[in-house]
């Protein structure tokens, strides 16, 4: 084994001084990788290495994912199973398969340089750097994966790497029912929301279906209306025939250039859009958004960090007042009640799995001016082995403004017990 790493340094090393990197770098990927096993086996061979087949494809594959892929972690990446790559350091690498996280065996790098190879090998084509007075940086692979790295001195275990992958083939709703992430009322009552233009906002924690679960809600968006996606890092692929993605932009090394969701939330309100979806909200874009809800733009979608339907409120409500207007808390309180219609908060389980936890509506304030959040269906999981979706039996006041919207809902949907039945 060490003498095959030795062959492996030996071809890397030389290889880097025999190929000229601009001419790969303006290569179809494919073909940089052709060229690349090509230059390897030629330097193999004027080496007089006599090799298995096993251990020369190895060697071979190893050196390609060095020069032209992402090196120690390129087979992690290509592995179907695999939905994100942790690298804490050199000599510790983890990923998330099938929802669970688990530790990779084999010691993948050889030190904290091998990992900043590869952190360099994908920001330095955007125009991006990583180092002491830069520390951190977000990023997007070509196949659509999101990347983060931070280094020392802010890490204190190496160089982290973390790049969360980009499905290239794209859920529907089918999936959600098969994999038992939603009940089959739950998903006709969004479905129905969505084509009725209600505002909907997807709550809940980190790598919890949120993104993925907003694409499917926004395929029930009628194909003759224009889509304008907002996302600080771009990740939603929609179906739709008229969609236009907008990604914000980070500053350039010299602090230039910087574009924000805010400044592409209010460009997009001047480009005649049916509706907006943003992929997250962070700060004070949630204030232009929620005045964008409350002046028209209806069946707006998008998602937020929070604990609870009840959470995102708040939550939407604290990041509004963090935008540069300076408007009463009740004010803000108040938007936030009429232009929220339905929040669909998601979670994972202990064994991986993804579910909608609870879709809730949001009525009008009570008397201590505070949003009303009306629960109508949820998950429980103390119910059998699996947990269960249930139906609480309310009907929300929002089933009125759907009727009006041609959308006119069985009241069956809505009676106490188990979802597991299929609406007609």
């Known amino acids: 084994m060490d003498a095959l790493k030795d062959v492996r340094r030996t071809v890397h090393e030389r290889l880097i ?3 000229d990197a601009r001419q790969l770098d303006a290569m179809p990927r494919a073909e940089r990788r052709l060229r690349v096993r090509e230059e390897a086996l030629s330097l193999l061979r004027e080496q007089g290495h006599m090799l298995p087949q096993s251990a020369l494809a190895d060697v071979v594959n190893a050196v390609s994912d060095a020069v032209v892929g992402m090196g120690p972690i390129e087979f992690l990446l290509k592995d179907p199973e695999i939905t994100e790559v942790m690298v804490n350091g050199p000599d510790d690498v983890y990923v998330e398969r099938k929802g669970r996280i688990e530790r990779v065996a084999d010691r993948l790098f050889e030190g904290e340089e091998a990992v900043l190879h590869v952190i360099e090998r994908i920001v ?5 750097r990583v180092d002491a007075t830069s520390p951190w940086v977000d990023a997007r692979l070509p196949d659509g994966s999101r990347v983060h790295a931070i280094v020392p001195p802010l890490s204190l275990c ?3 790497l973390n790049v969360r992958k980009f499905s290239s083939i794209p859920l529907g709703p089918g999936d959600l029912l098969a994999r038992g992430t939603i009940g089959p009322r739950m998903l006709e009552f969004l479905a129905a929301c969505v084509r009725g233009r209600m505002n909907i906002v997807i709550s809940g924690g980190t790598s919890s279906g949120k993104t993925t679960l907003l694409a499917i809600l926004s395929s029930f968006v009628p194909s003759e209306e224009r889509l304008i996606t907002i996302e600080d890092a771009a990740e939603l692929r929609l179906a739709q025939p008229h969609v236009i993605g907008l990604e914000a932009r980070p500053a350039t090394v010299e602090g230039r250039g910087e574009v924000t969701v805010r400044d592409l939330v209010r460009n997009a309100l001047r480009m005649r859009p049916d509706r907006i979806v943003v992929g997250e909200v962070r700060g004070g874009e949630a204030l232009d958004m929620l005045q964008a809800m409350n002046t028209g733009h209806d069946g707006s979608l998008s998602t937020a960090h929070a604990n609870s ?3 995102a409120l708040w ?3 604290t990041m509004a007042l963090m935008s540069d207007v300076d408007l009463p808390v009740a004010h803000v309180r108040a938007q936030v009640a009429s232009a929220i219609d339905v929040v669909v908060h998601t979670a994972r389980l202990r064994d991986g799995r993804r579910v909608v936890f609870q879709v809730a509506a949001v009525d009008e304030l009570d008397g201590a001016g505070d949003p009303v959040v009306v629960e109508i269906f949820g998950f429980r999981p103390r119910i059998g082995r699996e947990g ?6 309310i009907t929300p006041r929002v089933v009125s403004s759907l009727a009006e919207r041609e959308q006119d809902l069985d009241q069956r949907w809505f009676e106490a017990g188990i979802d597991a039945w299929e609406p007609a």
């Not at 330095?124 to 991006?128: F, S």
């Not at 269960?388 to 039996?393: D, K, R």
């Open 309 to 311: 339907a009840r959470h």
């Open 315 to 317: 939550r939407l409500e």
């Open 388 to 393: 269960a979706f249930v139906c609480t039996g």
């Open 17 to 19: 001084g025999r190929v």
């Open 158 to 160: 190496g160089p982290v």
């Open 124 to 128: 330095a084509p955007l125009g991006l």
